[in-house]
């Protein structure tokens, strides 16, 4: 999940997952693009399986792109959502909420 869920123009966005493995989560990566190149910021272990990473500001109008990554002792990689990065989360910097009346 990313806060705020309408970030708006410059305001980071703070990306928490979840990572659980049978092993020992070695490395949890937030990627995220804000053009064509998703570029890497490393998670932060919170406990309890918790991990948060944060996306820098963007410019109003931004299409932002982003997904996890998360590697085990064993080697294995898995990322969320599935397919990534072709598959991705996304929102709009200062992307104006609308209300269902």
Known sequence: MHLPPYPQ???PV????????????VT???WYSA?????????????????????PGQPDGAWVRYYVAAEDN???????????PE???????GFPRQEIC
Do not use: C, H, K, R
């Open 28 to 30: 949890a990566t937030l």
């Open 35 to 55: 053009d064509l190149e998703f570029g890497p910021v490393a998670m932060t272990g919170l406990g309890g399986g918790m991990y948060q990473g944060t996306i």
């Open 9 to 11: 123009a410059n305001e």
């Open 87 to 93: 598959q991705a989360y996304s929102y709009v910097a």
């Open 74 to 84: 064993a080697g294995q990689t898995t990322t969320n959502p599935t397919g990534a």
């Open 14 to 25: 703070s990306v928490t997952a979840t990572i659980t493995d049978d092993g020992i989560v």
